[in-house]
């Protein structure tokens, strides 16, 4: 009998002593020896990436041709929106048509710096008119004086004049249209084109080739530099190097 209880809990022992813990610890083996519980798998983290900007292949373009009409007193541009086709003018001056126009007048001083007329010229200032008739090789105006050694009389200085007058026109109606039109280009790549309208009794004319010359001096000047040379020196020698 006492045999028998003996066995019974010896068999007992044996089985509480192989049976995990309930508790979730390191379960015992009769050797004393243990058995590591595998640990829980860690949480998986969702990645979230950072928003993507658009570079500029990316965004959408918007087509914007500018038309100039390059005027004996006064030029204006207009642009066009080619892809909705909506058109509009440029007001230099503010935000109202009666400020599109500017005077076709480069000033030359003293220095040789160039500037558009913003009133009358300052003592010593040379007023070049008739930019286009002098490109189109017409007499009209009085004789110039001479800049240093430059002669403004001559073709190269006029051209360059009339190529400097240009880029600043096409350099102020993209930045009139960047603040005026921002709806339109904001975030979008601007696709820039431009024409300039010409006196018909040229348009079969040798002059043509000229202005088209003169056109394209003044958009190699916007396109690369943000303003033009700055004196009329380095004006007729960019025009030569273009």
């Known amino acids: 009998m006492a045999t028998n209880w003996r066995e019974k809990f010896q068999?007992?022992?044996?089985?509480?002593?192989?049976?995990?813990?309930?508790k979730g610890n390191p379960a015992s083996r009769e050797d004393g020896e243990t058995t590591p519980v595998p640990p829980l798998p860690a949480p998986r983290s969702r990645s979230i990436a950072p928003?993507?900007?658009?570079?500029?292949?990316?965004?959408?373009?918007?087509?914007?041709?500018?038309g100039i009409?390059?005027?004996?007193?006064?030029?204006?541009?207009?642009?066009?929106?080619?892809?909705?086709?909506?058109?509009?003018?440029?007001?230099?001056?503010?935000?109202?048509?009666?400020?599109a126009m500017i005077p076709t007048i480069?000033?030359?001083?003293?220095?040789?710096?160039l500037h558009l007329q913003n009133g009358p010229a300052a003592e010593g200032q040379i007023t070049v008119r008739y930019l286009k008739m002098r490109v189109a090789g017409l007499g009209f105006g009085a004789p110039l004086p001479k800049v240093g050694d430059i002669n403004l009389n001559e073709r190269e200085p006029s051209q360059a004049l009339a190529a400097w007058f240009l880029a600043e026109a096409i350099a102020r109606a993209k930045a009139w249209i960047s603040e005026n039109?921002?709806?339109?280009?904001?975030?979008?790549?601007?696709?820039?084109?431009a024409n300039v309208g010409v006196p018909v009794e040229h348009y079969d004319s040798p002059s043509l080739a000229v202005f088209?010359?003169?056109?394209?001096v003044a958009w190699e000047w916007t396109k690369h530099f943000e303003t033009p040379p700055q004196t009329l020196a380095d004006a007729i020698a960019s025009y030569r190097a273009i």
């Open 11 to 22: 068999a007992l022992r044996t089985r509480l002593l192989q049976r995990p813990s309930s």
């Open 51 to 66: 928003a993507h900007t658009p570079t500029p292949r990316e965004r959408a373009t918007v087509s914007i041709n500018l």
């Open 69 to 99: 009409d390059f005027g004996t007193s006064f030029t204006k541009v207009c642009f066009r929106d080619i892809g909705s086709e909506h058109s509009g003018v440029i007001a230099f001056g503010g935000s109202s048509v009666d400020k």
């Open 106 to 113: 480069v000033i030359v001083a003293p220095d040789g710096r």
């Open 181 to 193: 039109e921002a709806d339109r280009t904001r975030g979008r790549n601007i696709l820039w084109s």
């Open 212 to 216: 088209r010359e003169i056109l394209a």
